[in-house]
C-alpha cells in the first residue's frame, strides 16, 4: 500500500467524524508518561501535580508520545481530579494510590457547598498548557482534551480515595437518590463548563472518562447516570468537536451507554468489535481495543492481537485504534513506536 499521506490531526479528526482516513489513526490512554524514560526523569524532581500546573512541564509531557511514538493524537497531561480545584475540594495524588480527598463530600450540607466557577480562573495553567500544545503541534496531531464523568468524579468524592466496589458512593445513589442528583447536576454543569474552556483553548476532540459505570446495572445507569452523561454530550455537540466515552467492563451496558449521545464509544478487550458495532450501529464510531497486557509479550504476540482488531474493524469508517485501558508501566516505549507504525502501515483507506 502506498505510504500514509494525512497528517496525524487530520487523520484523527476524520475517524472521529465518521469519514475517510488513509490508514487508522492511533493513539493510547495514559501514553503521557509512565513508560516513557524521558517522563520518569522528570519525576524524579517534579511531583503529579506540579507538572499538570506547570504549563511548560505539562506541554513537555504531552507531545513527547507524538515526537517518540508518532501517534495521531495528544492528549493533555492533566488528571480528572482538576475541577476539584475550583469546586472547593481539597485533594492530592498519591502516586501508588491515586487521588486522595480528606473531606469527602457525604452529606447534603457538603454538596451544597461545592462552588461552580469560572473553570479557566479556577485552573488557568491547564487551559494556558492547551493553547501551547495546539502551537506547538502546529497540524502534526489531534489535540484531545478531557474531563471525568460526574458519576466518576462523584465516587472518588465520597469514597474519599480509590475504592474496589465503590460502596459508599453507591449506598448514597440508591439510600438517597435527590441527594445524589443534585451532586450529580453540579457536576454536570461544573464538567460541562471545563470541557467549553478546553474547547476555547484548543482542544479538538473531547473524552469523557466514566472509568467506574461498570459497576452499574442497566436500571441504575438509566436512572441515576444516563440523563447527566447525555446533557454533557448534547453540549459537546454544540462546541462542534467530536467526543469519545470511555468506560470499561460495560459490554452488559453498551447499549445504553452508547446512548448518551457520543461520536466514538470506546470500548475495551472484554467485548469484540464485530459484536459492539452489531449492538450499538454503524452511526457511531468506536475505540480501542487491544488489551494493555498484550504489549508485555513478544511483537508476534502483539501483531496478532493488532490483527485481530484491524480486521474486526474491517475497515469501517470511525474506528480509532487504542488499548482497552491505559498503558501499563512496564511496557517498552519501542514496541508501542512499532504498533503506531504497524496500524499505519497495515490498514488502507477505510472503505
Known amino acids: 500500500m502506498s505510504a500514509p499521506t494525512m497528517t496525524g ?19 493510547f490512554m495514559r501514553q503521557a508518561g509512565r513508560c516513557l524514560p524521558q517522563y520518569r526523569e522528570l519525576r524524579k524532581s517534579h511531583g503529579i501535580l506540579e507538572m499538570i500546573r506547570d504549563p511548560e512541564l505539562c506541554t513537555q509531557v504531552t507531545l513527547m508520545p507524538v515526537d517518540l511514538m508518532g501517534v495521531d493524537a495528544a492528549v493533555l497531561y492533566a488528571d480528572i481530579m482538576m475541577p476539584l480545584y475550583g469546586m472547593g475540594v481539597p485533594f492530592s495524588i498519591d502516586p501508588g ?70 460502596g459508599m458512593a453507591k449506598s448514597l445513589m440508591y439510600g438517597d437518590p435527590q441527594l445524589w442528583a443534585e451532586l450529580m447536576e453540579t457536576l454536570t454543569e461544573v464538567t460541562i463548563n471545563y470541557l467549553a474552556a478546553q474547547v476555547q483553548a484548543g482542544a479538538q476532540v473531547l473524552q469523557l472518562f466514566d472509568s467506574w459505570i461498570g459497576d452499574l446495572g442497566p436500571s441504575a445507569y438509566a436512572e441515576h447516570v444516563l440523563p447527566h452523561n447525555t ?61 494493555p497486557t498484550v504489549l508485555l509479550a513478544p511483537w508476534e504476540a502483539i501483531q496478532r492481537e493488532a490483527d485481530r482488531v484491524l480486521d474486526q474493524a474491517d475497515g469501517r469508517h470511525g474506528h480509532v485504534f487504542n488499548l482497552g485501558h491505559g498503558v501499563l508501566p512496564e511496557t517498552d516505549p519501542a514496541k508501542l513506536a512499532r504498533l503506531v507504525e504497524y496500524v499505519h502501515t497495515t490498514t488502507g483507506a477505510t472503505q
Open 9 to 27: 490531526e487530520a487523520r484523527m479528526l476524520s475517524a472521529c467524524r465518521l469519514q475517510e482516513v488513509d490508514c487508522t489513526p492511533v493513539w
Open 97 to 166: 494510590i491515586g487521588p486522595m480527598i480528606p473531606s469527602p463530600i457525604r452529606d447534603r450540607a457538603a454538596v451544597r457547598a461545592l462552588r461552580i466557577a469560572d473553570a479557566e480562573a479556577a485552573t488557568p495553567e491547564i487551559f494556558e498548557a492547551l493553547r501551547m500544545v495546539r502551537h506547538e503541534l502546529g497540524g502534526r496531531a489531534a489535540v484531545i482534551g478531557f474531563a471525568g464523568a460526574p458519576y466518576t468524579l462523584a465516587s472518588y468524592m465520597i469514597e474519599g480515595k480509590p475504592s474496589k466496589d465503590r
Open 231 to 291: 446533557r454533557i454530550f448534547d453540549a459537546i455537540r454544540e462546541m462542534g468537536v467530536p467526543s469519545i466515552h470511555f468506560g470499561t467492563g460495560i459490554s452488559g451496558i453498551l447499549e445504553l451507554v452508547a446512548s448518551a449521545g457520543s461520536d466514538l464509544m470506546s470500548v475495551d478487550w472484554r467485548v469484540g468489535l464485530t459484536d459492539a458495532w452489531q449492538r450499538i450501529g454503524d452511526s457511531t464510531g468506536i475505540q480501542g481495543n487491544l488489551d
